[in-house]
């Protein structure tokens, strides 16, 4: 059974924090890697990894893949309150877009 | 706005009861699916379909009964709700499941969710 699992389960930073999150899968026929993040309602795309070692940013987050050893990171650097929110990996199949998702790191930055 | 929306945003309901969610997305995209998220925050998908046709139908009791009238819609029908049922539905959407290239898989666009509670 695919599985996807997400470290640490939660955390608490200081504003001006780096954070990193942690995901690590089990999946056959894995084709991408994909992180979202969940505030209160809908999680919200922010990236797709397919190719090891290549980093994907946008601002302060950036993202690596490691297909060798099944995991991936998410760094969030500069952290501020707005950062506040659960990240979710998921790791996709090949065939019939379907996501196995992580359990989801809670990330709470205080002022 | 372009969006997948779903309705009703909260639903309480007692043991018994059938009960239905309405979801619809206006982004193009020809790929639908309802997730399930526990109190544990885990996202399970529940079924996935494309053009109107069942592509992933996952283990689940067959009291759940989606139904897709057409590519912008998709609907979930739960009969004779339990208790455990209660959690958050996500409706999403995504370009096509059976696009096959290098760019890997589509990105799912998420509704806003239903919280279910049963009593």
């Known amino acids: 059974e695919d599985k996807v699992v997400q470290s640490p389960l939660s955390l608490v930073v200081h504003e001006g924090d780096t954070v990193t999150l942690n995901c690590s899968y089990e999946v056959t026929n894995f084709r991408s890697l994909l992180w979202y993040k969940q505030e209160k309602k809908a999680p919200t795309f922010l990236f797709m990894l397919?190719?090891?070692?290549i980093e994907k940013k946008s601002g302060r987050l950036s993202s690596i893949l490691d297909k060798k050893e099944l995991f991936s990171i998410l760094n969030i650097t500069a952290t501020q309150t707005g950062d506040s929110a659960i990240y979710l990996c998921a790791s996709g199949k090949a065939a019939g877009n379907k996501l196995t998702f992580g359990g989801g790191t809670r990330v709470l930055v205080k002022p | 706005d372009t969006a997948v929306s779903q309705t009703p945003k909260y639903l309480v309901t007692q043991m018994g009861n059938d009960k239905s969610i309405k979801c619809e997305q206006n982004l193009g995209h020809d790929t639908m699916y309802w997730y399930k998220q526990d109190s544990k925050k885990f996202l399970k998908i529940m079924f996935s379909?494309?053009?109107?046709?069942?592509?992933i139908n996952e283990t689940v009791p067959n009291r759940f009964s989606p139904k897709s009238p057409d590519k912008a819609h998709l609907n979930l029908h739960i009969n004779s709700l339990e208790l455990g049922d209660s959690a958050v539905y996500f409706c999403?959407?995504?370009?096509?499941?059976?696009?096959?290239?290098?760019?890997?898989?589509?990105?799912?666009?998420f509704g806003n969710g239903t919280r279910l509670t049963v009593t």
């Open positions: 999403a959407s995504s370009h096509s499941s059976t696009h096959r290239g290098p760019s890997g898989n589509s990105p799912l666009h």
């Open positions: 397919t190719s090891s070692g």
């Open positions: 379909y494309n053009n109107k046709e069942l592509i």
